[in-house]
């Protein structure tokens, strides 16, 4: 007789210990960039809410960002970086294919052998880590993981490219998962939409470009921005209220709103078709950071939460979408 396999367990709940970020060390002001894109300061404000961005210097990629803000988080954690068992990172930038970033991250912050991996989600890249973070944690495949969002999209921007090259910043964002006696991290809804892959992505492969002998271009990011904005307006305020009614709680329960950063025109059409109250505080960091996908709602969030300290063990829905298309939201209770 084969024997039986052992199976393992872990905790009934986990939750969110601590934020970390990292943002790029320059301030790029839209006057910066409106030159190549033939627009204007007003344009971009009205189109986008954005006013500044935050972009990093040369010398520094997506894995340097990345250590930076996992070392924030597991500081703040109080939990000793040798037992974060699990590493997960979610970019689009990593400047290598491989390795990954998160086992050079894990490296870099003193959780070496923890098992490291790399999700490709874009802007969706966080919340589908923490939604595999806690189910692996409370499968009993680790204990304590390492969440991270990170990205460098100046490197993979066409500063000519009137379609996104203007709301692009570098950054990355980090949360801490551990073990909680009580519900931390909601149910998740996500999912994709591969038909409408040409939305929004990379205008070439690196094979093109290897092969093009120097007649196409390094592939750098574009867009089809009315086809993305009704997606999102429209698609992702269903996901976002379905998120809510899988977590067992209304809108009014919200101590704030967490939407990936990727248009304020975007998030205040979310706030207003799921009937937030006054009192749910809404993350804007886009204002100052812009869209850095995969880092988009860590960097909100830790900046919430620097701002607005009341808001600890409150409700946050947060909401990601992007190339793919997918999508991810939850509840998760603020550390």
Known sequence: MTPALKQTSGPQYTRILSYGAARGEIA?????????????????????????????????????????????????????????????????SNPKQSPSVSAIVADRVGANPAAAYDINAACA??????????????????????????????????????????????GAGAALIGPSDTPGIAPAVWGSDGSKADAVGMNHTLIDYRDGAGDVPWPTLRQEGPT??????????????????????????????????????IIDEFAKQLKLPETTVIARDIETTGNTSAASIPLASHRLMAEHPELS?????????????????????LP
Not at 127 to 141: E, N, W
Not at 228 to 253: C, I, N, Q, Y
């Open 125 to 170: 890249g966080y919340a589908y880590a923490i939604a595999q973070a806690d189910a692996l944690i409370r499968a009993g495949a680790a204990k304590h993981a390492l969440v991270i969002g990170t990205e460098k999209l100046s490197d993979i921007v066409d500063p000519a490219d009137r379609s996104i090259s203007f709301l692009l910043g570098d």
């Open 313 to 333: 063990g409150g409700l946050a829905l947060q909401i990601g979408f992007g190339a793919g298309p997918v999508f991810a939201a939850q509840v998760v209770v």
């Open 228 to 265: 993305v904005f009704r997606w999102a307006v429209w698609e992702m305020a269903k996901v976002a209220r379905e998120a809510l009614e899988v977590a067992g709680v209304e809108a009014a329960d919200l101590a704030a709103f967490i939407p990936h950063q990727a248009n304020m025109r």
């Open 28 to 92: 790029v002001p839209n006057e910066d960039l409106i030159g190549p894109i033939d627009s204007s300061d007003e344009w971009i404000r009205q189109r986008t809410g954005i006013v500044t961005r935050t972009r990093a210097v040369k010398e520094t990629d997506a894995i340097d960002l990345a250590a930076i803000a996992a070392a924030e988080a597991i500081e703040k954690s109080g939990v000793a970086a040798s037992d974060v068992d699990l590493v997960i990172v979610a970019t689009i």
